[in-house]
Every structure is written in C-alpha cells, then in structure tokens.
DNA sequence: CTCGTTATTTCATGTCTGTTGAAATAAAGA
DNA sequence: TCTTTATTTCAACAGACATGAAATAACGAG
C-alpha cells in the first residue's frame, strides 16, 4: 500500500525526459499533432502534465524534440548531385525519396514534418528555405542553361507532388504502386525537367 | 443609453447566419482554421458565441458553411475530358487549374480546402475519395492503353504537386511564376503521363 | 557524514476553447 | 389577442495548454 507517486523528486535516477519524448513520438505518429494532448502524453508517460512544459516548453517544443528527424531530408536529395551522371540523376533522387520516405524507421516522422509543413506557419517558413536554399538551388546550380532555376523549381514540385500523394495524402493509386512502378511513371518526366 | 443588446430576438430581419458566414470566411481566410476562435467570429459578426453553434453546430460546421466551394474543383479538371483533342489535354487543364486556383474569388477557398485535407481526417477522406472516382477514374478510361491508371495517376500527382508547391507551400520560384512559365516547364511532363 | 544547493516532480490555479441548456425576447400565425 | 416558434444572450461545463509554488531526492563542499 505504497502511495503510488508523490510529489517531489524521484528516487534513482530515470531518464523521464527521454520516457516523455518516446512517449510523445508514438503519440505523434500515430494520431497527429493536433489530436494529441499533452495529458494522453503525461499518462503514456506516467507523468504528471507540468513535467512536458518543465522540459520541453510548449507542446510545440514537445513536437520539435520528438519529431527531431533522423536523416536530413535535403542531404537525401543533394547527395546524388556528386555523382556526374545526369542522365539518371532523376531516377537516382527519386529511388532515395522512396527508400527514405518509405522506411518504416524514418518514413513517418519525414510525413508528420510535411503535415505540419502545411499547417504551422514556422514549420512552413523553415521548410520554405531549406527548400529552396538547399535543394532548389543546388539543382538549378548543377543542371545550369537556360531557366534552370525554374526547371529546378518544377523538378521540385513534382517531388512535392509524389511526397503528397504518396505519404500524406494517400491518393490511390500512387500511394500503393510499388517503388519500381513508381519509378516508371515518373522518372521521364523527372528527367525532362532536369534535361533541358 | 440603451442597453446596447439585450437578450432575445433582434428587432427587424437580420439575416444574422449570413454574417456570421461572411465573418467567418474572412478570417479562415486570413488565419486558418486553427488559429481562428469560435469568439473571435462572433465578435467581428457582434453575436454571441453560442450563437455560432445555433446556426452551424460546430466549429466544423462553420468552416464547411463558410468555405463552401465555389467551383468544383473536380470539374475544372475533368471539363477539358470532353475536348477530342488528347494532344493539347495537358495544356488546357493546367491552365484550368492556374486559372481557377490563382483566381483571387476562388482561389483562396480552394487553398485552405487543400490544406484541410492535410489536417482532417474527414476532409482528407472526402478529397481521396473525389479525387479518386471522379479525376484519376476519368483520366484513365479517357487515355487508356497500357497503364492507364498508373499514368493517371502520375498525372494527378504533379497537378498536386504544382498546386501544393504554388499555392498553399508557396515554395519559390514556382510560387512566383508567371502562368505562361509555369506551363511552358510542367507541360511536356504531364503531357508525358497522359501520352503513353 | 552533514548540510546547503540544485534538479526534478507534483499540485493548484489561471486563462482560453468549443459546446450545451436555460431563459428572454421578437416575429409569425390562428 | 394570444399561442407558438424562431432567434438571441447568459451561464456554465469540460477539457486544453501554461505557469508559479511547494515538496522531495540527488549532488557537492566542507
């Protein structure tokens, strides 16, 4: 008959900060944001509410630590601009996409960023520049000639539009077409925007 | 010194729904559907808030009021089916679609309905399933051939993709384009999904 | 080992949001 | 004129996030 958990410090010595963000990340994954409350979070966590904002500030704060991504979705994309071969650059970018969006490990919190992309309008402004500072202009710079920053920007919204369909929105039949179709139907397109 | 509103029905015949509907609008307009408060349209519209719940049921209810499209989006597209023409198909809807989204009457509803369908459930459920039957399907059994709804739907996720990028990300350069120019770098691609 | 300091934790409270039921008032109709 | 109905505000609730105070354990200096 122990009283469960007073106040106060616990004994030992229980990373709580790191149980909440799990907790939060589950959460956050399988609900969304917005459905979330930082109380269904607490009691996953078996913590009392005030202990989130003590750590993480706001439910914002909660999201950005939970969420911090575990690859750069830009480096995803600029990584094969090293390779000098430009006819395939296109498939090569879109199979990373797939493979990284797709990964059960990294795919869903890349998702949630682009939900919240959408909705938040800091998250929008953070997207907005690594967009176009990071992977919108190192196209542009690598593919060169005549319009190729806006080549680069159709480029870049035919990935938008396959990461929207696919992963967030789920529009069929995209979202359940195997990686190799996916490839088919897209890559010439691709291709001809980075083409010229 | 008259009590400036008391309870119970006005004098006259204030069609009191429809300010609610029009205050409403401006500011989901303006800030999105969270960032809006059930009292801060009650308060521009000069209403109580239960007011609100009276005419519209919810905060749902209100936005789907307030927001009623003003197009179909799905016929914008699905209009040029008719056309014989398969070669000038690409074309003519992107077009439709820069024409109508870009519109300042239509377009701002349109761009809050997509982001919408990122964040509710319902909505997201509701644009699958227009999308879905009502383009993709058409699309499909218009091109026919091999493919055909795979293509179709390649086709339907860089119109998503444009529309995302350029109206509700608002991901430089696309955002900025001129329609011209937006046509001239996304035609031959999605010309590209219809044409086989 | 002891005692002050600091980090962690819950409690209590405040403010704001959407929603609901009751009461008041004007219009509509017999 | 008088009953019924539609419109409107008031009052209150449950649940959300956030914050300041209090309690308790760990830590470190001597």
Redesign the pocket.
Same mark, same amino acid.
């Given at each position: 008959m122990n009283k469960?958990?007073? *106040?106060?410090?616990?004994?030992?010595?229980?990373?709580?900060?790191e /149980? +909440?963000r799990d907790a939060a990340r589950a959460r956050f994954l399988a609900e969304g944001y917005q459905a979330?409350?930082? *109380?269904?979070?607490?009691g996953d966590a078996?913590?009392?509410?005030? /202990? +989130?904002?003590?750590?993480?500030?706001?439910?914002?704060?909660?999201f950005g630590a939970a969420m911090a991504l575990p690859v750069n979705p830009a480096t995803v994309v600029v990584a094969e601009l090293e390779d000098p071969d430009v006819d395939t650059l296109a498939e090569r970018m879109l199979r990373n996409v797939l493979t990284v969006w797709g990964d059960p490990a990294t795919g869903p919190q890349l998702q949630a960023l682009a939900a919240m992309a959408v909705t938040d309008p800091r998250m929008n402004e953070l997207v907005r520049e690594a967009v176009g500072n990071e992977i919108t202009q190192r196209i542009a710079v690598r593919i060169g000639g005549a319009d190729a920053e806006q080549r680069a920007g159709a480029f870049t919204a035919q990935m938008a539009g396959l990461i929207f369909t696919r992963y967030v929105l789920r529009l069929e039949p995209i979202a359940s077409m195997v990686p190799d179709d996916v490839v088919r139907q897209l890559r010439p397109a691709l291709q001809a925007s980075l083409g010229g």
């Open positions: 469960p958990v007073r *106040r106060g410090r616990r004994a030992g010595a229980p990373d709580t900060r /149980l +909440i979330v409350t930082l *109380r269904d979070v607490a078996g913590v009392d509410v005030a /202990l +989130i904002s003590y750590y993480f500030g706001s439910k914002q704060g909660l």
